[in-house]
């Protein structure tokens, strides 16, 4: 079965973290920044979000943006 929109979005935004690109404590580009850089909703951009907080690979602050968590 084809992966849909967000698991791919999670998996691209996944690659870019652990590979060293976006280091610990990298601010995410916004939403709206990642909806027109991927060319989809911010329906899917949200769920691809709630799957990297929910891996320990991001870190909300609320009214600041998503950050890169530090490696445990």
Do not use: H
């Not at 996944?14 to 850089?37: A, D, M, N, V």
């Not at 769920?47 to 445990?72: D, H, N, P, Q, S």
Request: hydrophobic content about 35%; overall charge positive; charged content about 25%.
């Amino acid at each position: 079965m084809p992966k849909q929109q967000y698991q791919v979005l999670a998996d691209e935004l996944r690659q870019k973290i652990e590979s060293g690109e976006w280091p610990p404590g990298t601010k995410l580009p916004s939403r709206s920044q990642l909806c027109k850089e991927y060319g989809v909703s911010d329906t899917v951009v949200g769920k691809a979000m709630m799957i990297l907080r929910a891996t320990g690979l991001t870190e909300t602050l609320e009214g600041v943006g998503v950050f890169v968590a530090e490696r445990k």
